[in-house]
């Protein structure tokens, strides 16, 4: 998750702004950044999600109500990022993303204590 988040941290505080008023071609290496995060954010999901399952095993907690908030926060994460592939330039999007991901990650602490 901290890919996830500190990616979309570093994308918005430095990436993006280095970019803005680029046009055309000279947008390219930022649209390589992306492809290249999105790569890298489809492996941690995957660590995510089997590290997840074990933990709620282990620890007996797939009836917990925060868990089911969290997973179904996951699935929201997953719908606004195949939106935000659909309309990458949407502000919009990029901010709903990095709020529920934010709040994915306050549950996981919160589950975890």
């Not at 330039?89 to 993303?97: F, M, N, P, Q, V």
Request: aromatic share 8%; no cysteine.
């Amino acid at each position: 998750m901290a890919f996830f988040v500190g990616g979309q941290l570093l994308l918005a505080a430095a990436v993006v702004p280095a970019f803005r008023g680029a046009e055309g071609r000279d947008r390219e290496p930022l649209r390589a950044i992306a492809r290249r995060f999105g790569l890298g954010t489809l492996v941690a999901l995957a660590v995510l999600v089997a590290t997840g399952v074990a933990m709620a095993g282990h620890f007996g907690d797939w009836s917990s109500s925060s868990l089911h908030v969290k997973l179904a926060l996951v699935v929201l994460v997953g719908v606004l990022v195949a939106a935000h592939l659909r309309r990458p330039t949407s502000h919009a999007l990029d901010g709903a993303i990095f709020l529920v991901s934010l709040a994915i990650v306050w549950l996981g602490i919160a589950i975890a204590h």
